[in-house]
């Protein structure tokens, strides 16, 4: 008799929703995550054998979200990971019929987009968290996208890449 298998199934089970990744549907559920100091974050539990990575986006009830880190592995019996929910979508055209569409994680995306009914603030920086993939290896230093409801002009300051995501520091331009 294994317990702590019977319960995370008898959960699952109880709480669990079907996630997209892709084209492949998985059963997971979902616990808020106290680490995170705004609502988008949350923890989600997954069979241990189910083939979810970290930073990886996945579609729920018509929202993306992007999993930014797999938490410690506790056991064999399930995986848990952090997710935040994708606040931005970010085209990037880079040459002719070459346009790739990121969804993505802005990080105080609202301090980013200061306005009033007096002016607008363009001197803001912004940073940006998506998955690594041969896509977002694309980008490069100094390079120029259009993002936010006033489709300013950023400019790539700093580009990192760490366990499968790819982290953008822009300002506007």
């Known amino acids: 008799m294994d317990i702590l298998n019977d319960i995370f199934k008898d959960t699952l089970e109880r709480e669990g929703v ?19 100091n705004t609502n988008a ?3 989600l539990y997954a069979l241990y054998s189910t083939p979810i990575n970290q ?14 880190k797999e938490l410690t592995t506790e056991n064999t019996t399930y995986r848990k990971f952090e ?14 019929n070459d346009m790739i569409i990121y969804d993505c994680y802005m990080v105080g995306i609202a301090d980013s987009l200061k306005t009033s ?10 940073e940006i968290w998506l998955p690594l993939n041969a896509d977002s290896r694309r980008i490069i230093l ?10 300013i002009a950023n400019k790539v300051t700093d580009l990192n890449y760490l366990n499968e995501l790819c982290y953008i520091y ?3 331009d």
């Open 18 to 36: 079907n996630i997209s990744i892709g084209s492949t549907s998985f059963k997971v559920f979902f616990r808020r995550n106290d680490k995170g």
């Open 41 to 43: 974050h949350s923890t």
């Open 55 to 68: 930073g990886e986006v996945f579609s729920l009830n018509e929202s993306k979200y992007l999993i930014t």
């Open 83 to 96: 997710c935040v929910q994708c606040n931005a979508t970010i085209k990037w055209m880079y040459g002719k």
């Open 117 to 126: 009914t007096d002016v607008t603030i363009i001197g803001s920086k912004v």
């Open 142 to 151: 100094n390079g120029r996208f259009f993002c936010g409801a006033y489709v």
């Open 170 to 172: 822009a300002e506007r």
